[in-house]
C-alpha cells in the first residue's frame, strides 16, 4: 500500500488547480495512470482514469463514484476542487468502518460513511479535511445515494484536544458527565451517531439539502444548515426512545459541546459558517435563558432542551415559507433572523467573533 501512495503523492505534487477540468490535462492524467506500473493494477484507480479520459464529452466522475458508493472495496481514489478544503487535489485513501448500531441505522438512514483512515496520500492529512463530499470532486456534483464519508479519527482527536480542554476551563463543573468521561471508544461511537443523524437532518424538513443547498451557500446561511440539522440530531437523541438510553445521552452532550465550544474557538479570527453558527446558537441560548454565564463559566439551565426546540421551531416556522414565497425571499427571512443573533460587521461585510470564547482561546493557547 506504500507504494500507492508514494506514486500518488508524486503525480499530486504536478497538478495545478486552475486545469483540474482541462481536457488535455485530464487525458494526459488519464494516460499517466493507466500506465503506471503501481496505479494501474487499483480499481479505484481505473474508475477515475475511464471518467477523466471521457470528461470533456461527460463532466461526471460516473464510474469514480460508482465504486465509492457500491463499496466495492475500501479504497478512494479521485481528484478534488474543494475551496474549504484547499489542500485536496488527487488523492487515495484506505478507510475502515467502525462499528454501529443497528436501532440508529434503521430509524435515520442517510448515505453516511463514519470511518476511520487507514492510509492516505498527503492533501488528507490536512486536520481540516474531517470529511469527504461528493461535490468535492471535480464534477462538483452531489446525487441522491452518493456517500458522505466522516473521518471519524479526526474527530476523536480534536475532540480529546480541544473540546474537552474548553469544556474543563468554559463550562460550569459536571455540564457535560458522560462526554467527560468518555473514552476513545465511546467519543468514536459518539462521532459516528453524531454524523448520521446530522446526514440523515439535513434531508429532512421543507428546504432538505440537496435540493435547497444553492439557496443556504452563503456563509451565515450555510452556519445557519448545521445548526438546524445538529440541534434536531440533540432533540432526537433526547426525545427517541427507541435509541439505546446511554448512547443517545452521550451524543447529545457529545454534539453540544462541539457545537457550543469548539467551533466558536475555532473560527477565531475570522469566524467560518460553523463559527457563524456557533455564534449564532450562544447568543440565542443566552437571550432565552437556555444557558447563562456566572463567573466566567457557561452554565446550562434545566429548560435547555425546551429552548433548543423553540429554536427549531423557529427555523423551520421561516422555512416553512417556501410553499408560498419565493426561495430569494425565504432566504432573506433566513438571513435577518442569523443576523439578530450574531455581530456582523457592516463595513468589513463580514461576521465579529464572540469575546467571550476569543478570551478563553486567549488564556488556553489554543
Known amino acids: 500500500m506504500n507504494d500507492i501512495i508514494d506514486a500518488v503523492n508524486a503525480l499530486r505534487g ?48 460516473l464510474r469514480t463514484k460508482a465504486h465509492i458508493n457500491t463499496r466495492a472495496d475500501n ?14 487535489s ?15 441505522d434503521a430509524r435515520y438512514p442517510s448515505p453516511t460513511m463514519p470511518v476511520t483512515i487507514e492510509r492516505m496520500s498527503k492533501g488528507f492529512e490536512a486536520r481540516p479535511v474531517v470529511a469527504l463530499f ?28 480541544l473540546t474537552r480542554l474548553l469544556a474543563k ?35 429532512q424538513g421543507d428546504m432538505p439539502i440537496p435540493d435547497f443547498l444553492p439557496v443556504k451557500k452563503l456563509k451565515p446561511l450555510a452556519g445557519l444548515e448545521e445548526l438546524r440539522v445538529d440541534v434536531s440530531a440533540m432533540l432526537a437523541c433526547l426525545h427517541d ?28 479570527p475570522r469566524p467560518n459558517y460553523d463559527a457563524v453558527a456557533s455564534q449564532l446558537l450562544f447568543n440565542y ?22 429552548v433548543l426546540a423553540e429554536f427549531l421551531g423557529e427555523i423551520q416556522a421561516i422555512e416553512r415559507h417556501i410553499h408560498s414565497e419565493s426561495a430569494e425571499q425565504v432566504r432573506d427571512r433566513l438571513l ?15 461576521y465579529r467573533h464572540i469575546p467571550f470564547f476569543a478570551e478563553a482561546k486567549r488564556k488556553l493557547g489554543v
Open 75 to 88: 479504497h478512494i481514489f479521485s481528484l478534488f476542487d474543494a475551496s474549504y478544503f484547499p489542500t485536496l
Open 285 to 306: 441560548l443566552i437571550a432565552a435563558e437556555g444557558i447563562w454565564l456566572k463567573d466566567g463559566l457557561i452554565h446550562l439551565s434545566p429548560g435547555l432542551p425546551a
Open 169 to 203: 476551563n468554559v463550562m460550569a463543573q459536571g455540564s457535560f458527565p458522560l462526554v467527560e468521561a468518555a473514552g476513545p471508544e465511546e467519543v468514536e461511537q459518539a462521532s459516528a451517531w453524531w454524523v448520521r443523524l446530522h446526514e440523515y437532518h439535513h434531508r
Open 241 to 268: 426512545s427507541a435509541l439505546p438510553e446511554r448512547g443517545a445521552r452521550l451524543t447529545y452532550e457529545y454534539v453540544l459541546s462541539e457545537r457550543l465550544l469548539r467551533y466558536a474557538v475555532e473560527g477565531i
Open 14 to 61: 504536478s497538478v495545478r488547480r486552475d486545469e483540474v477540468r482541462d481536457d488535455v490535462f485530464l487525458k494526459r492524467l488519464s494516460h499517466e495512470l493507466i500506465t503506471s506500473p503501481v496505479l494501474r493494477k487499483v480499481p479505484a484507480v481505473q474508475a477515475f482514469a475511464d471518467d477523466a479520459l471521457a470528461f470533456a464529452g461527460d463532466p461526471r466522475l
Open 336 to 350: 435577518r433572523f442569523t443576523n439578530r443573533y450574531t455581530d456582523y460587521d457592516e463595513e468589513a461585510k463580514d
Open 90 to 104: 488527487l488523492e487515495f485513501l484506505t478507510y475502515r468502518t467502525p462499528p454501529t448500531d443497528e436501532r440508529l
Open 134 to 161: 461528493p461535490e468535492n470532486h471535480i464534477d462538483g456534483r452531489q446525487e441522491r445515494g452518493d456517500l458522505v464519508f466522516y473521518f471519524i479519527d479526526k474527530f476523536v482527536e480534536r475532540h480529546l484536544r
